[in-house]
DNA sequence: GCGTCCAGGTCTACC
DNA sequence: GGTAGACCTGGACGC
């Protein structure tokens, strides 16, 4: 039941749905996505009691938002704070936008490019892990187990991404054997008891001084983090360097560009050489142009 | 139903 | 720095 309902202005080249359906984030718990009326919901820990399921919405040039909780004006702050960050509204995308007029004009007219992610980076790290070396169905399954048996429930009974406390109680059968992540179930223990004693502060790669190729060398210290997991992440902090290539990016370059033909990572590098930092973006935006078609 | 093969990214050992 | 093999799961396939 609905008990706060707010909203919030959004910046002039915001697009939901293509925010919403930018990657396949909305696709793994917590968060939900209702296609036939484009409201994504998730839970949100705002330091209420318990964790706060919430639905946004798109409605007349506003974000509406919608809390199944009573909330204090702190926690209606909190609450908006963390969804402008899942949202990216602080994303200035003006340069990659007229980097993009000459190839990808479309990008900038439909207000693409900005990238769902999560509220904190310690879920998208724990997701992005879940992510590699797996089909989606597997990433999906992983997830969905953390959430299910690990997450703090709401008032209505769905369950958020777990802490890394909740996180480095467990053993590392117990990653193997109930969330099926097979080898990577010891790393999922060591990284969620390394942040859960401060031994690695995730969240302060969000806004690290760090250049980006000495972040990424940072990120690739935590077991299960190669190249590809972290190009991913780094996307998801807002730098674009890398194309954090996989087997479906590559796949899907072959097809538009290559004649369906395979070639070397350094051709693809070379096609999106001219995007400078945005590289990243662009090749995710090329690949993805076509994800709303019929869904409008 | 069972066994085999394969895709998927990263780690470790080795050169 | 580059490479080979192992890691583990689930799906596809053949029998």
Sequence with gaps: MVKTSLSIKTPSNFDFKRTAYSHGWYDLRPFELD?????????????????????????KGKLKIEAEADLDKKQQAELKRQIEHILRFDEDL????????????????????????????????????????????????MTNG????????????RRGFPTPEKMAEM??????????????????????????????????????????????KEMKKVKGVGDYAAENLLKLLGRYDGLALDSWLRAQFYKRHNNDEICEDKQINRHYAHFGKWQGLAMWCDMTRDWLTNKN
């Design 35 to 59: 296609e036939t009326v484009w409201r994504l919901s998730r839970t949100f820990e705002i330091g209420a009691k318990t964790p706060v399921w919430t639905s946004v919405f798109y409605e």
């Design 94 to 141: 003006d340069e990659f936008y007229e980097l993009a007029q000459k190839d990808l004009a479309w990008v900038a007219a439909n207000g693409a490019g900005r990238l769902l992610r999560a509220p904190t980076v310690w879920e998208d790290l724990v997701k992005t892990i879940c992510t590699t070396n797996c089909s989606w169905a597997l990433t999906k399954k």
């Design 146 to 157: 953390l959430v299910e048996k690990l997450g703090d429930e709401a008032m209505n009974g």
């Design 171 to 216: 053993s590392s059968d117990f990653y193997r054997e109930e969330i099926r992540a097979g080898y990577r179930a010891p790393y999922l223990q060591e990284l969620a008891e390394k942040v859960a004693s401060g031994k690695i502060n995730v969240e302060g790669w969000l806004n690290s001084d760090l250049p980006t190729k000495d972040l990424k």
